[in-house]
C-alpha cells in the first residue's frame, strides 16, 4: 500500500492524519458517501454527486468554515469527515462540529482519533474557546464519540435542526479548551486505598485509545 503524502497534513496521529479536502477528493468522497448512505441515513446528508461535492467544497472554503478528512496513515484512505462551521470569532471564538464515518470503516477507533486530533487542531491552532456538537438523543454511537472525546452535555433542544427533511430533537455537547487542557494533563496513579476514579472517564484527546 503506498504511503500517503503528509505535507499537507494539519496534524497527524498514530493511525490517521487530518488533512483538508480538495476537488481532487470528488470521486472517492462521493463513492464512500453512496455506499454509507444507509449508514448515515437519519443522521447526515453528505455530498453523494458530483453537485453536491462541488456546494460542499464551496461551502468548506468559507472563512467561517473548516472542513477536515481524517486519513488513515496506512493508505491515505478517507475514513471519515468533521466539519467545524459557523465559526465566530470577537467574544466567542466557538464553532460547531458536525461529523461522519465511512461505513465500512465505522467501529474501529478511526474517528476517535480523528476526534482528538480535530480537538487538537481547533484549540491549538485555531485557538478557539469552545466547541459545539448537536446530536439526536437515539444516536448511540455519535453520544459515545463526544462522551469519549471529553465533551459534556449543556442541555436538550426540542425540533432543534431539520435533519434529512425533519425538524429532529438534539443534545447539545460541548467542550471548552480548558476541559480540553485538562485531559491532556497526565493522570497521577490514584493513592493507596483512595480507590479514586476519574470523574469523566473520558479519553485523553492526545492518546487515543487505539495506540
Ligand atoms: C457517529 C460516528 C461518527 C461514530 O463513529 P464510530 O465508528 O463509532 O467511532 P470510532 O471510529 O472511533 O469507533 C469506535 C468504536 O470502535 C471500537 N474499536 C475497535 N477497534 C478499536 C481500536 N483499535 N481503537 C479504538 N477503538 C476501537 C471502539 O471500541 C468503539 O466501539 P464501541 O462504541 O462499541 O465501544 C459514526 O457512527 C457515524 O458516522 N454515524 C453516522 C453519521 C452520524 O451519526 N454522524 C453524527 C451526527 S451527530
Redesign the pocket.
Same mark, same amino acid.
Request: charged share 10%.
Given at each position: 500500500m503506498p504511503k500517503p503524502d503528509l505535507k499537507n497534513a494539519l496534524e497527524v496521529g498514530h493511525?490517521v492524519f487530518l488533512r483538508e479536502p480538495t476537488a481532487r477528493d470528488r470521486q472517492q468522497i462521493v463513492a464512500l458517501n453512496r455506499v454509507?448512505r444507509a449508514?448515515?441515513r437519519g443522521?447526515?446528508t453528505p455530498p453523494i454527486d458530483s453537485e453536491g461535492f462541488a456546494r460542499w467544497i464551496r461551502r468548506c472554503r468559507q472563512a467561517n468554515v473548516k472542513c477536515l478528512l481524517v486519513c488513515r496513515l496506512a493508505d491515505g484512505a478517507i475514513?471519515?469527515v468533521f466539519t467545524l462551521s459557523q465559526i465566530v470569532r470577537g467574544m466567542f471564538h466557538s464553532a460547531y462540529l458536525? @461529523? @461522519? !464515518?465511512q461505513r465500512s @470503516? !465505522?467501529? /474501529?477507533?478511526?474517528?476517535?482519533?480523528?476526534?482528538s486530533l480535530v480537538l487538537r487542531h481547533a484549540f491549538r491552532s485555531m485557538k478557539l474557546h469552545r466547541i459545539e456538537?448537536?446530536? /439526536?438523543p437515539e444516536?448511540v454511537? %455519535?453520544i459515545?464519540?463526544v462522551k469519549r472525546s471529553g465533551f459534556r452535555l449543556e442541555g436538550f433542544s426540542p425540533r432543534y435542526l431539520k435533519v434529512a427533511g425533519r425538524w429532529r430533537d438534539h443534545q447539545r455537547w460541548a467542550i471548552l479548551i480548558d476541559d480540553w487542557r485538562r485531559l491532556r494533563r497526565p493522570r497521577r496513579a490514584p493513592s493507596p486505598g483512595r480507590g479514586r476514579q476519574s470523574r469523566r472517564g473520558s479519553l485523553s484527546p492526545d492518546r487515543?485509545? %487505539?495506540?
Open positions: 493511525r454509507s449508514f448515515h443522521w447526515v475514513v471519515g458536525g @461529523y @461522519y !464515518a @470503516y !465505522a467501529g /474501529q477507533g478511526y474517528m476517535t482519533e480523528g476526534m456538537a448537536n446530536v /439526536q444516536n454511537a %455519535s459515545a464519540l487515543p485509545r %487505539s495506540g
